[in-house]
């Protein structure tokens, strides 16, 4: 807001007038419109890259033979940069929906397969060793031990491919063109419309906050009551 009045708008937009293209986008239908259209796209890629994600690093985690096998594959797709994959999945995918859904997915996968790898590293072998002493079940120890270690790098894991997941369908939807925020984004830029461009800043970092506070944070509260609360969270 201080550089919207120390400049001209047409370079920072103030918060008035953003808003008020927000609301015209919502007046207009093409808030809702390409507001689904990405959040569909983001919620496909991102849960196939949780499962294919979560299934690849257990296997490496709890085989050398798949780690060592895995390990270089993983890093080779995190390095290839985003844009070079969106290169590819238009060569290969055509101008479709089906090629965001491949960048969003290839770039959120090895995060998430990377963060389970680590989290089952660091389950302590010594406490899954004293509880066979003891004779308790196997699928007790899985729920007692192994995914109580697991879930914090799993969540650390989840934020952090989501996080990517939301930048990199941008351009994914500049480059094929097909709807969404990130086109309709380009598509105010190319039209030097800033305050448009701004607008949709606006809406994508919304719909990122409701990400982590409506759905992972009350999902990681629920299914982390075990762990002891900081004197801070209290």
Not at 98 to 104: K, M, S
Request: aromatic share 12%; charged share 15%.
């Amino acid at each position: 807001q201080g550089l919207a009045l120390l400049s001209s708008p047409t370079l920072f937009p103030g918060i008035g007038l953003t808003f008020s293209k927000i609301a015209k986008f919502y007046a207009t239908g093409e808030l809702l419109k390409n507001a689904t259209v990405t959040t569909t796209r983001v919620t496909v890629a991102f849960l196939l890259a949780l499962c294919t994600g979560t299934v690849t690093g257990i296997l490496m985690g709890s085989s050398r033979f798949l780690e060592g096998l895995s390990k270089p594959i993983i890093f080779t797709l995190q390095t290839i940069s985003s844009v070079i994959w969106s290169f590819f999945a238009v060569l290969w995918l055509g101008l479709t929906d089906l090629a965001v859904i491949f960048v969003v997915f290839i770039v959120g996968f090895p995060l998430i397969a990377i963060h389970v790898w680590e989290g089952v590293k660091s389950v302590d072998v010594g406490l899954e060793d004293m509880a066979r002493c003891f004779q308790v079940p196997r699928a007790q120890i899985i729920r007692g031990i192994t995914i109580p270690s697991v879930l914090p790098f799993l969540f650390a894991g989840i934020r952090g491919s989501l996080s990517y997941c939301w930048k990199i369908v941008v351009l994914a939807e500049l480059m094929v063109g097909k709807g969404g925020i990130g086109y309709s984004m380009y598509f105010a830029w190319e039209q030097f419309r800033v305050a448009e461009v701004f607008a949709w800043v606006v809406v994508m970092v919304t719909l990122m906050l409701a990400n982590e506070y409506l759905i992972i944070r009350p999902i990681e509260l629920s299914v982390m009551r075990w762990r002891p609360k900081r004197m801070d969270d209290r």
